[in-house]
Nanobody, 121 residues
């Protein structure tokens, strides 16, 4: 059983910062790309940031320059540092990992349970 456990969400005023963490546990052979998605009420889930196993990061335009994604491969953990938060960043944030459970298994997308981020003006 593989799990992604997120932490670090909460409420903050506009201009503040939060740091999200997501740790993968269980039987894991390797993890390719890891990422953070978010879903605001009434909106579709969107990719916020992603990072490859080699540390190459990409961002949606609305967060570039404010958010930083990083990962610790030794801990199977991905982070999202969120600075200069805006009310528009309010959403449930989900961790995603494209992971392989054994040498002969295909990669599979795995999701965390989500963590709420609320930014007040």
């Amino acid at each position: 059983q593989v799990q992604l456990v997120e932490s670090g969400g909460g409420s903050v005023q506009a201009g503040g910062s939060l740091r999200l963490s997501c740790a993968a546990s269980g039987t894991i052979f390797s993890i390719a790309e890891m990422g953070w998605y978010r879903q605001a009420p009434g909106k579709q889930r969107e990719l916020v940031a992603a990072i490859t196993s080699r540390g190459i990061a990409s961002y949606v335009d609305s967060v570039r320059g404010r958010f930083t994604i990083s990962r610790d491969n030794g801990k199977n953990t991905v982070y999202l540092q969120m600075n200069s938060l805006e009310p528009e960043d309010t959403a449930v944030y989900y961790c995603n990992a494209n992971l392989v459970r054994s040498w002969n298994s295909p990669p599979a997308d795995t999701w965390g349970q989500g963590t709420q981020v609320t930014v007040s003006s």
